[in-house]
């Protein structure tokens, strides 16, 4: 077992912020609260003797199992050390699958969270600029690695099809719309929706109204 | 105000049925396929930045990239890249396939050096089930890992150069890889689809010919290295086009987590088959090029330095090469002999039972790293005790390596622009998946 | 130069064979020179996506050398292309940008599906991808492998070209534009979903997970 899973436990001793931990195929695999995570994390990144400077994945996963919660999973390195650990933590799948953000402390996980995100439709509080990236911004069908999510999508082949060609391809092609994607978020509400509909970029015509 | 009224033909079709124009250019608004500019609407010249949209579709962007390009006169403000045009879904494929079925999803996934997938995920699955594969296995595995390194930073030196303007070094490179897709077609029987792995072995040991045929390879290539070498590395336009450009510094390197040959350029001494060594790479004798400056320049000369050491590495492995079985004896992961299973009743069960059911590994979990051409890859692996997992991950080392791209092109010019695009060496495939 | 003036044998069944006399001389004549002419300048217009532009890019390299049909000149460009060359996977975010490249190459144009993925979706019929281009835009010639040879894309290059050597100006279909219809799509819903079936093994190893 890692010696990394102890220091952790002795430095967050109040209230279970460290959960089990063990050792799958050598890998040693800690679990975390999720109101804890990026303490945690900072700690095993700036503390020296833990000295995990590497972060080299984030993913998450569901099981087959319904019961069981969703996993996200951080696994980190040591450049200096060659240690190994995986932090992983749980979230409740009939609550909202959030949790606070560690791009303040990799950049890397700038990309690796909007996946998951996309993926999963884990959110990610203080991303600064969480919108899906493998799927176009306007998907609905839904998150697709989710295990009630069907290989071939919800929708038939043809609507498929037809959403797809329907699709703006100049979609961020403008200072608005790059404006407007950076700060979704903090748009309101009803103007969110009308973006998700696939109603950005029209100019309204003047001669109707 | 003046106004003016400006008919266009669109290229495009450009009309739905109801004759309303679908399409417009931006910044025209909705009238019927009529655009009304008026003195306000005009573009402004002066100081505004610009937009440049280059790609999904571009003869540069190595792949069905796209970015968007924020231009204050010819120098990049932002760049923003636009991924997931490749995205086929194969992490959530995988989740319905058996291991060994995923082979073949691993061929397309980084199609530039199908061979160090194939040995990836073949790794991570016997990671997980704990098997010791021959030693004969071992050392094959390394020829295909350091094979598909060479012809992967072949691809990339060659589209590199023509990016930059120079055709000739990519005939060079092809047809060099042109050799390396007979040897890999004569083993394998695929050019480039190779699914060289199953798990506890390989689909098939080499043929005749191969291992004088890989010498052969291993005395002449490094010729035409250096006959590249002559023509790029000391030549002013591509110094002039790649040295301070994109630079990362060690600790940015680090933050953004690259990996592979844009790590080292930056001084980071990161290498996974010295640092987390699998396949006993610490008993070959090679080196790990390391750069300082964090250009694109160094990083070229890391990925020419690394076709040298794989050579190196390749020749050492074939003075190794045991004889002896290539596949685990265990036969519930490796397939009976054919013949044995027309003849043996138990031969045949088992041969029953991997095909129809697949290899069950045990509960648990396993993430292997290896040393791709492009950077760490990782093939993380959750199994819940059957034969097809329950998450099926790739750590995909271009898609991390791309996430700095942003970063480092920031106040370059957009030709630069192009040069840093290029010295990540991505691959859509392993971007989108 | 020897010219092959022996008429096209996969002429349509409904083209006669005119005599030299006949007032169609001038057309049979101007037809054999144009497609001549057409058949031996393609400019392909390389929409390379995924493994087959590996292949195509081989195709074009020094072993296999496209120069040798009079294509060695790739056109970037759609607006100077006279082949689109599909070669790889087409998820559906792609679909509206293969639709747009279509819509902008000039009259003729001839489409080529390089490989399985292109010409079927191949073996990933997930949610993600097309099953196959001709959903998208029409296709004239499929070239089948996953990926195929360098050998099989001239194969396919070659049939493009006794196709061109059989068409006639005299037909104007062959020159017609087809836009999308009202739905956005090509063809019928129940045909796209027809022909977007999966086939083979994949019904069995899909609906077994």
């Known amino acids: 077992m890692n010696p990394s899973v102890q220091a952790l436990r002795h430095h967050f001793e109040e209230g279970g912020a460290i959960g089990r931990a063990l050792e799958s195929c050598g890998d040693t695999i800690v679990y975390v609260q999720a109101s804890m995570l990026p303490r945690a994390l900072e700690f095993l990144k700036v503390t020296p003797e833990q000295d995990y400077d590497y972060l080299v994945d984030v993913t998450a996963v569901e099981y087959r199992d319904a019961e069981r919660p969703l996993e996200l999973v951080y696994e980190l390195f040591s450049l200096r050390r060659r240690a190994q650990l995986r932090v992983k933590v749980e979230l409740d799948k009939s609550e909202d699958l959030v949790i606070d953000s560690i791009v303040p402390l990799w950049n890397a996980a700038n990309w690796l969270e909007r996946e998951v995100y996309d993926m999963f439709g884990v959110r990610f509080e203080g991303h600064p600029d969480l919108r899906r990236i493998l799927m176009w911004e306007t998907y609905s069908e839904g998150h697709p690695l989710r295990k009630d999510f069907p290989l071939r999508g919800r929708f038939s082949r043809s609507e498929q099809v037809r959403r797809a060609l329907n699709m703006n391809p100049e979609a961020h092609y403008s200072m608005e719309e790059l404006s407007i994607a950076q700060a979704y978020h903090e748009l309101p509400a009803d103007m969110r929706d009308r973006l998700a509909r696939d109603e950005r970029g029209k100019v309204p015509d003047p001669e109707s109204s | ?380 692996f959750v199994s819940d005790g059957t034969a097809k997992p329950v998450r099926f991950r790739v750590r995909p080392p271009a898609f991390i390596n791309l996430a700095s791209l942003a970063k480092m092109a920031e106040g370059h010019l957009l030709s630069d622009l192009i040069a840093i695009n290029a010295s990540i060496d991505i691959v859509m495939g392993e971007v989108d998946r | 130069m020897g010219l092959d003036v022996t008429q096209p044998t996969d002429a349509p069944p409904d083209t006669t064979v005119v005599s030299p006399v006949s007032p169609n001389w001038v057309t049979t004549k101007l037809d054999f020179i144009v497609n001549w002419a057409r058949s031996n300048s393609l400019w392909p217009m390389p929409f390379g996506t995924a493994c087959c532009a590996i292949e195509f890019m081989a195709t074009a390299a020094s072993r296999f050398d496209m120069a040798r049909f009079g294509m060695e000149r790739m056109s970037f460009s759609p607006r100077q292309a006279d082949v689109l060359i599909c070669a790889g996977r087409l998820p559906f975010k792609l679909a509206p940008v293969i639709r747009r490249i279509y819509d902008q190459m000039p009259q003729p144009k001839w489409v080529i599906s390089m490989g399985a993925c292109a010409s079927t979706g191949g073996i990933f019929d997930t949610y993600a991808m097309v099953q196959g281009i001709d959903t998208v835009v029409p296709v004239d010639v499929y070239v089948p492998g996953c990926p195929p040879r360098p050998e099989g894309l001239l194969y396919g290059i070659l049939m493009l070209q006794k196709k061109i050597r059989g068409e006639t100006l005299a037909d104007r279909t062959l020159r017609e534009e087809h836009p999308l219809d009202e739905r956005g799509l090509r063809m019928s819903p129940r045909l796209l979903d027809e022909i977007s079936e999966p086939f083979g093994n994949s019904i069995h190893q899909t609906r077994s997970g």
């Not at chain 2, 890889?177 to 199953?198: C, F, I, K, P």
């Not at chain 2, 043929?207 to 790029?232: A, H, I, Q, Y």
């Not at chain 2, 300082?292 to 040298?308: I, K, N, S, V």
């Not at chain 2, 044995?340 to 059911?357: G, L, R, Y």
């Open chain 2, 1 to 380: 105000m003046a106004t003016r009224r400006i008919e266009f033909n669109l290229a495009t079709t450009g009309l739905d049925p109801q004759g309303r124009a679908a399409r417009l250019p931006l910044g025209v608004a909705d009238r019927g396929g009529v655009g009304i500019l008026t003195g306000e609407d005009e573009p402004q010249l002066g100081g505004d930045h610009m937009l440049v949209n280059i790609g999904p579709q571009h003869p540069a962007t190595h792949g069905v990239l796209r970015l968007v390009v924020e231009l204050d006169g010819e120098v990049v403000v932002r760049v923003i890249p636009h991924i997931g045009y490749l995205h086929t879904g194969f992490e959530k494929l995988g989740e319905y396939r058996q291991y060994n079925q995923i082979v073949t999803l691993t061929d397309r996934m980084d199609y530039l050096a199908p061979m160090s997938n194939n040995v990836c995920l073949a790794l991570a699955v016997e990671k997980l089930m704990g098997l010791d594969i021959t030693e004969r296995c071992k050392v094959l595995r390394v020829i295909a890992c350091e094979l598909s390194r060479i012809i992967s930073h072949l691809v990339w030196m060659g589209t590199t150069a023509i990016d930059l303007g120079a055709f000739t070094p990519f005939l060079w490179c092809f047809q060099e890889r042109e050799r390396v897709y007979d040897l890999q077609e004569m083993w394998t029987g695929a050019r480039l689809t190779t699914s060289l792995t199953r798990v506890g072995g390989l689909m098939a040991d080499i043929p005749d010919g191969f291992e004088s045929g890989l010498r052969e390879f291993c005395k002449t290539f490094p010729n035409t290295l250096d006959e590249v070498d002559v023509m790029l590395t000391r030549n002013a336009i591509w110094c002039a086009r790649l040295q301070g450009i994109g630079i990362m510094s060690a600790e940015e390197a680090i933050n953004y987590s690259l990996s592979g040959p844009m790590l080292r350029a930056s001084g980071v001494p990161y290498d996974v088959r010295k640092d987390r060594p699998y396949l006993d790479y610490e008993s070959y004798d090679f080196e790990i090029p390391v750069g300082e400056h964090g250009d694109a320049y160094d990083r070229f000369l890391c990925r020419f330095e690394e076709m040298r050491q794989s050579v190196r590495i390749l020749e050492q492995a074939l003075d190794r090469l045991p004889d002896g079985p290539i596949n685990v004896s265990d036969p519930r992961v490796s397939l009976p002999p054919k013949t044995a299973a027309m003849s043996d009743m138990e031969a045949m069960i088992f041969h029953f039972k991997q095909v129809m059911e697949g290899i069950e590994t045990p509960v648990g979990e396993a993430y292997l790293p290896i040393e791709g051409p492009k950077g760490e890859l990782g093939y993380y």
